[in-house]
């Protein structure tokens, strides 16, 4: 994996992040799903092993983690009241 493969790699994720969280706020929990899925995709070449990057690659690369990171807090601020919600919910029945 190159460093240009590694940039695109979290160029996508960090895309396809801010689309899961414009789902989550829609409800829209097909497309949240299905993005979801792909995410786990693109993000499987990470178990293999990255490459260090130096320079102005590494610092693209912090910053895709830190817009992946905030759209997952965005995501986590829909899902997880919705989650506690549910969880009531079946905890009452």
Known sequence: MTSNDVLS??????????????????G?????????KQCASHASAIDSGVPALSGAPRMRKIDLLKQIMANDRAIRDVTE??????EKAMSAH
């Open 28 to 36: 829209d929990w097909n497309a949240f799903s299905n993005m979801e």
């Open 81 to 86: 009241p919705w989650m506690g919600k549910l």
């Open 9 to 26: 790699m979290y160029e996508n994720l960090a895309g396809l992040t801010a689309k899961m969280s414009l789902a989550a706020q829609a």
